[in-house]
């Protein structure tokens, strides 16, 4: 999941900051206040009148949702696909990916929306700013204002997405790399990773060309409902609305307005930006291995440690026992000789001695709890043994 989120959030700002230009002129050309009639007349127009950075109008607010979203939607893509996929392999195994992506849009254009909604009210130069956009929309429309689209964008984005990466999927099954192996065939050679690169490119670029034709419809209509001018208390149109007008008012054409920069905007960001993910996942996922490694080899050193400690505890205690053991013998050995000297026998080499020294060492040999009482028992012993024999 981690990694889904950064490598989501990373692609998204690469694409982003090389294909802003291909956004800005898209969006412009789609929008109902353009004037221009071409790809070419509105790029030159833009650089003339507003200069390079004109081309950049938006940028922020453009970073400002596509990272996080990127990064949400991706989150999600990947997780309900891998659970469709486990869940229900024979029937909705197959089509994880449109599943993923619809639920992934769902999730994200929460965030996503409204930074949208302000791009391109500043694009289409409806504001000259997103500070004065943000400020007019909250005074004139509301919390609801930055909303507007959200319907068409799901409209747009979820088909968008279920056929781009539909098709990516399938393009890697049946060209990729890392497709399997058929039963019987030939081992291929190892892939290096600058093709595995290029393949991977041509296959983003393919899945972005399809996804764009097809949504770009969608695409105009989205731009129109959320360009519209309310500053001067015009009335908010709908979805409907906006469809009928532009059938009635600019016929079927208008909805491949922006096709070609859309195109010239799409291709290469699918591409860069599939493979960009692709490329930062799989660092990632090597890196958390590598993590992960080592932190058993760690956990193993620490067990190894902790064994060692374990026995050499152990061997200090067995020594310890055995220490205890030669000191209370040899303290047997000192009470012993010492009751023999107490009870004043001249002749220690004498059979009498020597027969009351082995019963003393006899008695005491017991556990050391008892020494006390043994002595006693010693004592009277040789004491009867003496009053007899006087």
Not at 145 to 169: H, K, N, S, W
Not at 222 to 234: C, E, F, P, S, W
Request: proline letters at 4%.
């Amino acid at each position: 999941m981690k990694e889904n989120f950064i490598a989501g959030a990373s692609a998204s700002f690469l694409s982003k900051l090389v294909l802003q230009p291909f956004d800005t002129t898209k969006t412009i050309l789609q929008s109902s206040t353009n004037s221009y009639k071409t790809f070419t007349d509105c790029a030159v127009g833009v650089v003339k009148t507003q200069g390079v950075m004109g081309l950049y109008r938006g940028f922020g607010a453009s970073i400002g949702t596509s990272a996080p979203s990127s990064a949400i939607f991706f989150a999600t893509y990947e997780a309900v696909k891998k659970w469709t996929e486990a869940k229900f392999p024979k029937t909705l195994g197959q089509v994880g990916p449109i599943v993923g992506a619809a639920v992934g849009n769902v999730v994200a254009s929460v965030v996503r929306v409204p930074p949208e909604v302000v791009k391109q009210r500043v694009q289409a130069r409806v504001y000259p700013n997103m500070v004065v956009a943000i400020r007019e929309m909250s005074r004139t429309e509301g919390i609801g204002g930055f909303y507007t689209g959200y319907g068409i964008q799901l409209a747009r984005d979820i088909p968008y997405a279920a056929i781009q990466f539909m098709t990516f999927e399938t393009l890697k099954k049946a060209y990729g790399v890392n497709r399997p192996q058929e039963a019987g065939a030939p081992k291929r050679p190892v892939t290096s990773e600058a093709k595995k690169v290029l393949t991977n490119l041509w296959m983003g670029a393919v899945a972005g060309l399809v996804a764009s034709v097809v949504t770009n419809p969608m695409d105009v209509v989205k731009t129109r409902v959320m360009t519209q001018d309310l500053t001067q208390g015009a009335v908010k149109i709908g979805v409907r609305q906006t469809v009928r007008s532009i059938l009635k008012h600019e016929g079927p054409l208008a909805f491949t307005y922006g096709m070609l920069p859309r195109v010239m905007l799409k291709v290469p960001a699918s591409a860069l930006f599939l493979v960009a993910y692709e490329g930062i996942k799989r660092l990632l996922i090597a890196f958390e291995v590598t993590q992960r490694a080592a932190q058993l080899v760690k956990i193993k050193a620490a067990q190894e440690a902790r064994e060692l400690s374990r026995q050499a505890r152990k061997a200090a205690m067995s020594k310890q026992r055995e220490e205890e053991k030669r000191q209370r013998s040899q303290r047997g050995l000192q009470e012993t000789n010492g009751l023999l000297h107490d009870n004043e026998f001249e002749d220690l080499s004498s059979p009498r001695v020597m027969s009351e020294a082995v019963l003393a060492s006899i008695v005491l040999s017991g556990p050391a709890t008892r020494r006390l009482g043994n002595t006693l028992r010693i004592r009277k012993l040789l004491a009867e043994r003496r009053n007899k024999k006087n």
